[in-house]
């Protein structure tokens, strides 16, 4: 059973930085792939990036390439989601999710509640 908290979520303007976290808790981070993914209201759940378990391949959706950094803390039971340059289509509830580099939630066993970014004009 791995639990995962997400924050780091807030309000921030157009072009502005921000850097969520995923904690989670158990013994066996290390062994899980971790990815984010994002939903705004009215669509879908959508990929946003991945990481595998020893941090070696990262995987990215174009709209967030170039902008978007995830890394992980093993040590620290943690994984990061640096966003760079946001833009106001990054607003959504953000979800970190264990088990999967795959760009479908349906990979994906465990899930955190969310962290809300909005980006504003």
């Known amino acids: 059973q791995v639990q995962l908290v997400e924050s780091g979520g807030r309000l921030v303007q157009a072009g502005g930085s921000l850097r969520l976290s995923c904690t989670a808790s158990?013994?066996?981070?290390?062994?899980?792939?971790m990815g984010w993914f994002r939903q705004a209201p009215g669509k879908e759940r959508e990929f946003v990036t991945a990481?595998?378990?020893?941090?070696?391949?990262?995987y990215y959706a174009d709209s967030v390439k170039g902008r978007f950094t995830i890394s992980r803390d093993n040590a620290k039971n943690t994984v990061f989601l640096q966003m760079n340059s946001l833009k106001l289509e990054d607003t959504a509830v953000y979800y970190c999710?264990?088990?999967?580099?795959?760009?479908?939630?349906?990979?994906?066993?465990?899930w955190g509640q969310g962290t809300q970014v909005t980006v504003s004009s």
């Open positions: 999710a264990a088990g999967s580099t795959a760009a479908t939630p349906l990979a994906y066993r465990y």
């Open positions: 158990g013994r066996t981070f290390n062994r899980y792939d």
């Open positions: 990481i595998n378990w020893n941090g070696a391949n990262t």
